[in-house]
């Protein structure tokens, strides 16, 4: 017999979102969604509103319009910290180590948002360098161990949905190739990852499903199965 996959159970959907910084209208209609256990990317320039798009799932934008969905509930109305306890885990890019508080503290700071959590032990064995700088203090790290450090923090807190904003960036290629050994990981646990990147060749083979932001709009979606196919488009839009 064939077996026959499960349906896709949705996680996220954001429908006609608009987000203001101010008088300043940042995001214009935004509309995607993501299924559980998915990794999606968000792609574009700089100042396109991809970070904006995350900030605004959390509700750490200015005003907000429009809809977005946590596993079928309407968050749009809700604030940040209530956001955040439906399980969700945001690594922003300024990573946000405390600087006077060693790696193991830093670890431990964040609060529980839902069950099933990994353990210290766990989490070291997926980031051998935190284990073996856990009493260094923030400000010791180097940038790759901070931006380990900043993925590491919400993992613990049994988050399933992951909001990782440009976690490559600036990092050599070997933590890089760390980097998405973790993404694949973290998939293969069940956890869903929404992903804003520069680096389209890192993303580019975790994705199932790519979203490119132009001036505060989705301008194009690609599916993993038509990636090759489209890839002069992305390029165009990308200017990779």
Known sequence: MTSVAPPAVEMLRISGLHAFYGESHILHGIDLMVNRGEVVTLLGRNGAGRTTTLKAILGLTGRRTGSVMMNGRETIGMAPHRIARLGIGYCPEERGIFASLNAE????????????????????????????????????????????????????????????????????????????????????????????????RFAAPLADRHYVIEHGRIVEQVDKADLSSRMNTLHELLGV
Request: proline residues 5%.
């Open 105 to 200: 503290e830093n670890l431990l700071l964040p609060p529980r948002v839902g069950s099933g959590g990994m353990g210290l032990e766990e989490i070291y064995g997926m980031f051998p360098n935190l284990a073996e700088r856990r009493t260094s203090p923030g400000m010791r790290l180097s940038g790759g161990e901070q931006q380990m450090l900043a993925m590491a923090r919400i993992l613990r807190t049994g988050a399933r949905l992951l909001l990782l904003d440009e976690i490559t960036e600036g990092l050599a290629p070997v933590i890089v190739q760390k980097l998405g050994q973790v993404i694949r990981a973290l998939r293969e646990k069940g956890l869903t990852i929404v992903l804003v990147e520069q680096n389209f």
